[in-house]
């Protein structure tokens, strides 16, 4: 069992989160789960963003306990919460973070240890004499070892509207010595009666066909798709790939020749491809592990696939120079093949080089690996054993969200992870 989480003083401290989207919609599934799972542990928490529309559609009933503000200098009743989170170094408005340096000033110093300050300890008094907020910079998800040096540290700002606070460095990770991997609850967990042909069936508007293994595809645009859906619909085995919305319809689209809209599916030998509508953070998890492989892009959607135990293909956000080889190359290592007999490890390894340009990409890219083929089972197998040992890092230490929650709350001095 994870460490108790402190209790939260009512009505529950008060979390400010601030979230850019630069280019894609990682950013704010991150932010956005993130503040579901603080909500969850009983924080009020406010998400401020400079680009909210994609919550629409991926958060369409929004969540009790977030409040969703437009980015932008703070009010004048909109003091800051006991504890500021920005996201990937988004830097919080000027305004903001005077502020918080305006109630370090009035509180006097910072406390030693990780912790500057606990929530509960603020008591009842007026703003202006409680401690600052602890501010914390969530970074991106990685293997690499460079997380576990860098998880924790304190970075103390010297100029600016901050100056004389501290922000500390807060890495999601796979380790004991990160913050961990965002959870929550899962679409397939006892008692939730799951039935993925009917998540996929309601997905597809009933254009998945029963009975036939379902691939999803939520990727940026690369050069690897085209071998690949040739080699599927030249196979022998019965597929329905499932399409997200944007990069991944628009190249099926493309290698098809012919538009695709939302909810249409065409055939192309043994091969069906599906359009689908923009799905809800949680529809999103319901197809994953509906599906017998998952095509995924980005972190949020990496955590989510590596939850749903089914085998998954991880498209890295792609960098100059191929830096994004390095990353990618931690995680077989440290994370994905751990376990794997010498026979899939080569083969995953062959196969992630490929869907992330690091190879041949007029080669299959899932070579001998996709529903059907002999790698497929082997494949299935390690991926539900990955799903275990990261239950059992959660069982132990609790998800990113409760180790936020305890570095926020829990006795002061302690270490962030």
């Known amino acids: ?9 009512a009505p529950g401290p008060r979390w400010d989160l601030f979230c850019r989207v630069i280019d894609n919609h990682g950013d704010l599934g991150v932010c956005w789960r993130l503040a579901t799972r603080l909500a969850a542990l009983g924080a009020q928490v406010r998400l401020w963003v400079d680009d909210a529309r994609a919550l629409a559609w991926m958060a369409p009933g929004g969540c009790p306990g977030v409040r969703v503000l437009p980015w932008r200098e703070p009010q004048a009743a909109e003091a800051p919460g006991e504890v500021v989170v920005e996201a990937f170094g988004c830097d919080p408005p000027a ?3 005077a502020a918080m340096a305006a109630r370090l000033a009035a509180a006097g110093q910072h406390a030693p240890g990780a912790v500057p300050a606990r929530a509960a300890d603020a008591g009842t008094d007026p703003l202006p004499s409680k401690p600052a907020p602890l501010w914390l910079n969530l970074e991106y998800l990685s293997a690499e070892t460079y997380v576990e040096r860098s998880h924790g540290l304190r970075s103390p700002q010297a100029s600016g509207p901050g100056a004389g606070l501290d922000k500390w460095f807060f890495y999601p990770g796979f380790t004991p010595a990160t913050g961990g991997l965002m959870r929550g609850p899962l679409p397939a967990d006892p008692g939730t009666g799951f039935d993925p ?8 508007d009933g ?31 019965p597929l329905d ?3 997200t919305p944007g990069h991944a319809t628009e190249q099926a689209a493309a290698w098809l020749g012919r538009p695709l809209a939302p ?22 998890d319901r197809l994953l592990a509906a599906c017998a492989l998952n095509l995924v892009r980005g972190e949020d959607s990496l955590a989510r696939a590596l939850w749903a135990g089914q085998p998954m293909l991880w498209q890295l956000y792609p960098q100059d120079e191929d830096a994004h080889a390095v990353k990618l ?17 080569q083969a995953l390894r062959a196969a992630f080089a490929r869907w992330n340009g690091l190879a041949d990409p007029a080669v299959p890219a899932l070579l001998g690996l996709g529903p059907g083929e002999p790698g497929h089972a082997a494949w299935a197998a390690q991926a539900e054993a990955l799903r275990a040992r990261l239950q059992a890092r959660v069982d132990t230490d609790g998800d990113l969200a409760q180790t936020l929650w305890r570095a926020a709350h829990g006795p002061a001095g302690q270490a962030l992870g």
Do not use: K, N
């Open 207 to 237: 254009a998945a066909r029963p009975g036939v293994p379902a691939i999803s595809l939520f990727g940026y645009p690369q050069a690897a798709l085209p071998a690949q859906l040739a080699a599927w619909a030249g196979g022998p085995q």
């Open 329 to 345: 190359q931690a995680f077989l290592d440290r994370v994905l093949l751990p376990g794997a007999t010498p026979q899939l490890a």
């Open 263 to 284: 909810g249409e599916a065409v055939d192309r030998g043994a091969l069906r491809l599906i359009a689908l509508p923009w799905l809800s953070q949680a529809g999103f």
């Open 241 to 243: 790939l499932l399409l």
């Open 197 to 204: 042909a009917a998540v996929r069936a309601e997905a597809s």
């Open 1 to 9: 069992m994870p460490p108790p989480l402190p209790a939260s003083p």
């Open 95 to 97: 305004g903001f973070v």
